[in-house]
């Protein structure tokens, strides 16, 4: 297996440190940015064009190793594997995140609510283009014979509830 380097490109300041939703709360009211090194400052331009972009980050946080079959905690226990989950817990551990651009001042992007802790390496920023990001056939995979509407929908929008 080839082994290779990231560097990070900033960090993600949150009021999250000991716990963080399990998805972005786009209505969190808190105040949420990526903190971009200066040497990637240029880079921000036109960004604030878009409506929401992806945010790639380094969970540096994790202490548990990856398996491949997991059962994520609102599944009653059922099995599946790690890449048909959405767990944090994986071999290269990177997070991925689409939120809202509220605005961008400096070498910050505010945004909408963030799903990590606070001080996490940021990798990368990327915008969400509707017509190539958004498939009009997509489903819910094995998630959507499991679960009722309503509790997919707290998943979805990233609401803490009883699992």
Known sequence: MSEFSLRSIGSIRTPYFDSAPY????????????????????????LDSFTYI??????????????MEVAPPWAAGQEVGLFASRSPVRPNPIGLSVVRVKKISGNRIYTSGLDVFDNTPLLDIKPYINDLDSKCDANNGWVQNFESDE???????GIPHDY
């Not at 790639?56 to 548990?64: H, M, P, S, V």
């Not at 509790?151 to 929008?157: G, P, S």
């Open 23 to 46: 998805q972005p709360v786009d209505t969190d009211e808190q105040e949420f940015y990526l903190q971009l090194n200066s040497e990637y400052v240029a880079g921000l331009k036109d």
């Open 54 to 67: 992806y945010i790639l980050y380094y969970i540096d946080r994790l202490k548990a190793e990856p398996k």
């Open 151 to 157: 509790h997919m929908a707290l998943h979805i929008q």
